[in-house]
């Protein structure tokens, strides 16, 4: 059952400043998120979460897990300059990229933030743009190929990636050879990062990466001689988007990590290593909602229901036909005797939000809230069919609502335009 965290009453009083579609955040919800996770690794002295700034790119959200702790892991010159003004510096930042312009890395080093390298070809590109002077601080990402499988077969895997297939990280012989580099290059503290599987639904995901990567951890040191200071399992950690599924019990990840680490690491000598995640869905998505409000019904051959988001404002069902779940508010205890599919305005017929779903009876004006949406929702935001980019609101821990980005205008969407035009 998911339960929303705001009511019919609340959104009715908060339309009358800040009208339909927009995403809301849930401050207490991922304050108490942060906390748990925290404690969950606590064992860990180095322990820190740098938060994948793609899964939510805003200031005040960064601000938010930054108080609790987190810093932020990004990937582009945007995220690098988000972090750097929402006064997220130094040790703070990540830098988890691929294919990455000189510039990034050079805006990276000046920020002082740890570089963590996609390819072993990297290691000169890096040095050669900030001239030989190597941050204190960097990482090489580790690509194990052929396919990451966890839970029975037979039973249906829980979780199925290919490594072998993605265009990520370094065989093992490259990220010993990288690291060996690093080291001749005086960099001071080197660690290892792996993204094998995303949004899994597991508590065995973390710890059998960390099993991977620590035994890889106590190779790296046999055979180039270094000692790892850090060791990032990246995101991946996922979230039940569907309400019949067990959330993860992140005590339960963190102490599975502990124990891998206790039983690899400490025999080696590597009992100081500090601990990395670089979680994006697991700090936000269960966070955030896209209200939207019910504008059409339609009869054909199926029941329909238009709503004023789209795919613009959350793309995951149309783009890899996510399962979001809705919540009809005001109508929480009805029962679900309609089946419905809810639509956007977009030109495209994927833009359903549910397909063939029970809801009960919809009326216009009713609001929905489409849970989860607040990791990859708004900031996979486009402008197709000219649609605008919603608002994003926050409901502070006092239940007061704080926009902390305006919605997009039609002066904003011809900003950019140049050339041979004119009104
Ligand atoms: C996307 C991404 C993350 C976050 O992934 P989630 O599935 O949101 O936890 C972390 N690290 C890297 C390098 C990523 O690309």
Redesign the pocket.
Known sequence: MKVPFITKEQVEEIVKTYPTPFHIYDEKGIRENARALNKAFSWNKGYKE?F?V??TPNPTILKILHEEGCGT?C?SMAELILSERSGILGDDIMF???DTPAEEFIKCAELGGTI?LDDITHVDFVCKALNGKMPRKMSC?FNPGGVFTLGKSGEGFQVMDTPGDSK?GMTEDQIIEAIKKLKSLGVEEIGI?S?LA??TVTNEYYPTLAGILFELAVRIQQKAGVKLSFINL?????IPYTPDKEPNDIAVIGEGVHKKFDEILVPAGMGDVSIYT????????PYGHLVTKAIHEKHIYKEYIGVDACAANLMRPAMYGAYHHITVLGKEDAPLDHVYDVTGSLCENNDKFAIDRELPKIDIGDFLVIHDAG??GHSMGYNYNGRLWSAELLLREDDSVIQIRRPETIEDYFATLDGYWDI
């Open positions: 740098y994948a793609k899964a892991d990937s988890s990229s691929n963590n990402r990520y990062h993204f995303s949004n990246s995101g991946g950690v996922g670089e979680l994006g869905r697991f700090m936000l998505a990791a990859h």
